[in-house]
């Protein structure tokens, strides 16, 4: 008789590292509507993990209100994880993208049980079928950089392909700027993209995946940028921050063109008054990729991002974007709490993603 418990990661108690532990929980159960059951194949680790594990993330601010009955009622535990990939072992009766059997890459709900465990429900809204270049591990670093990236360039910055203008993304050798930027560069086709990387393995990745101009974000980029000496019929309209808003705001308004538009996925508190915003018209626009699941898609396209994971996996098979995952561990409660040990150093140069056949010691999940 197959087992009604699972192996899964994540937290009793929100806080430290430390408080990632293994544990026996009850199987998801029988998918409903356009839910998908998944046995999980790789997952990987983003800074959204790191936060929530952490008992301080807050995009929204009702957050742990929301999700409080998954430490607070039996089995009493948070399983973490965002970005899986694997194969669809059952869908629900309202299911019309996937079958059992298929290979997909998706994002988990955001106020509900994550990926850090050997199955998964999915909405399938929220994925698409794994691209054939790429293996599990690969594919599970894809979901939540690219689609935030694309909300943030195309939905939020509205900006057109082709369009002649140029980009700012700040941070560009991590997993969402170094994304961010093959979307501007080989999606959008930008002529000029600029980012920022402080080490040279960073600017070095940054470029490799479609940097025209790397500046170094521990100097003065208002200076740096003016001495690239972009063309005058370029201007420079965009800027999409990856980290740190409060920093990088007074700076950016000052670069950007007139009627530019900012969009920052990094929540923070800062103040407009004294910058440059007014003066030029500048729109300042956040982007949250949960945003639609979390508000019950009102006001929103429901079917987005199913389309535009099905869109990357035909980019990432004909080679127009490359998947920036750099480093692989094996998927086990050690691998997890090391892969957030890497991301809170803040030396971690793309994605960081864990698969259950990675070599190493340990059996999956525990």
Known sequence: ?????????????????????????????????????VQVKAISVNPIDIKVRGGVYDD??????????????????????????????ETGPDVKHFKAGDEVY????????????????????????????????????????????????????????????AVLIINGGGGMGSIASQVARYVLKLPIVITTASRPETAEFSKQMGATHVVNHRQDIIKQIRDL??????????????????????PIAELLAPFGKISSIVQAKFDMYGSQMMSKSLTFAWCWLGTGAYHYYYNDREEK?????????????????KCHLKQRLRLTAEGIREAHRRIEAGKAVGKIALGVDEPGEGKAFC
């Open 229 to 250: 000496n972009l063309p005058a019929d370029i201007p420079l309209n965009y800027a999409f921050i990856t980290s740190r808003t409060e920093q990088y705001l007074f």
């Open 305 to 321: 991002h199913h389309e535009w994971y099905e869109q990357l996996a035909r980019f990432l098979d004909e080679g127009t974007v």
């Open 1 to 37: 008789m197959p087992s009604s418990s699972m192996h899964a990661v994540g937290v009793s108690k929100y806080g430290p590292i430390e408080n990632l532990q293994p544990r026996d929980v009850p199987k998801p159960g029988k998918p409903t509507g356009r839910k998908m059951l």
């Open 106 to 165: 998706y994002l988990a709900n955001p106020a509900g049980q994550g990926t850090y465990a050997e199955e998964v429900l999915v909405d399938e809204r929220h994925a698409g079928h794994k691209p054939k270049s790429l293996d599990f591990v690969q594919a599970a670093a894809m979901p939540l950089t690219y689609a935030t990236a694309y909300e943030g360039l195309v939905d939020r910055l509205e900006i057109k392909e082709g369009e002649k203008a």
């Open 60 to 89: 929204p601010p009702d957050y742990y209100e929301r999700v409080k009955s998954l430490t607070q009622e039996s089995p009493n535990f948070h399983i973490i994880g965002y970005d899986g990939a694997g194969i669809v072992l």
